[in-house]
């Protein structure tokens, strides 16, 4: 059994397919195959369930890929380690966002992790939180900023800051008379919010149970954004109100009198926005790196959590 053979099925086993994971190994399907038949004769169980146009992974199959990604994460904690003797703070750091914080944490996030550490580079992804969540368990990335709740098996939670939510109003609307407002108030308005799969239209249904009632009822009229920056577009269109996280507020808008921002009333929804890393990964330096430079920021809204709360 070598390494070399466990990355082979691990790849197998994300791809659902042969040579689509010959090619992410860069290697000839026929000694991937090979070499994952003969680690099952050895192991002495089938890994995969073979069949025309898909493979699938086995019931004992999938508790030896699981082990096989353990074992591959503790070789690149051995590798990461012995690197981090001489340099802790050189190489890429994989890093993975959700994309409702994405555009408005990393401008200033990158300058800063290349200020204070100019070795290491930032490879970037933006996806939905279930999809970090499985690259994140992968290895495919080294650590992920998403927004609570959130659980996985054998990940740290480094609790960064909490983040309140506005409500984005057109011009002129009749909710602008009102200083502070209830987000039952806007279940009552064309409002607008992300679709399906977005964490951050998750956590304002859940706050806003009438919101949610609202859509059922009218969910032929309901309309969905791909981005927060998409559904401000539409409010400055006049078409409804929606809901922000206030770093994504634009002072663009706002100076041209095309938008207007209401804060809520308490108890203020909020969100709480998290570092989350494999307890496996070796580069725990760079990982209190990044943490420091994302509290050092100055992003609107930002309610920096207590140093305490941060272990």
Do not use: W
Not at 281 to 310: H, T, W, Y
């Amino acid at each position: 059994m070598t390494l070399t053979e466990l990355k082979y099925i691990v790849a197998v086993a994300r791809e659902k397919h042969f040579g689509h994971a010959a090619e992410r190994c860069f290697v000839s399907q026929p000694t991937l195959s090979v070499a994952i038949r003969k680690l099952e004769e050895e192991l002495g169980i089938s890994i995969f369930e073979r069949g025309r146009s898909n493979v699938s992974t086995t019931e004992k199959g999938r508790a030896i890929v699981a082990r096989a990604q353990q074992l591959l994460d503790d070789a690149e904690a051995l590798k990461s380690f012995a690197k981090n003797e001489q340099d802790p703070l050189s190489g890429t750091l994989k890093l993975g966002t959700i994309f409702t914080i994405a555009p408005y944490l990393l401008p200033s996030l990158v300058p800063e992790v290349k200020a204070m550490a100019k070795d290491m580079p930032l490879q970037l992804d933006e996806d939905y939180t279930a999809n970090l969540r499985v690259k994140l368990r992968q290895g495919q990335l080294d650590a992920i900023i998403i927004s609570l709740p959130f659980t996985e098996p054998e990940c740290e939670i480094i609790d960064l800051y909490d983040e309140p939510f506005v409500a984005l109003l057109p011009e002129k609307h009749n909710l602008l008379k009102k200083k502070e407002l209830k987000l039952i108030e806007l279940a009552k308005e064309n409002l607008m919010l992300l679709g399906p799969g977005h964490c951050f239209r998750d956590q304002i249904l859940t706050l806003c149970p009438e919101c949610q009632q609202s859509m059922d009822t009218e969910s032929e009229s309901m309309i969905q954004g791909s981005s927060l920056e998409t559904l401000r577009q539409m409010v400055v269109s006049g078409l409804g109100v929606t809901i922000l996280p206030a770093s994504a507020v634009s002072d663009d808008h706002l100076q041209k009198g095309l938008l207007a921002t209401r804060p809520f009333k308490e108890p203020v929804p909020r969100r709480r926005v998290s570092l989350v890393y494999r307890k496996r990964f070796g580069r725990k330096k760079a990982i209190d790196l990044l943490a420091q430079a994302i509290r050092s920021l100055q992003i609107r809204g930002m309610e920096v959590c207590p140093v305490n709360e941060f272990n």
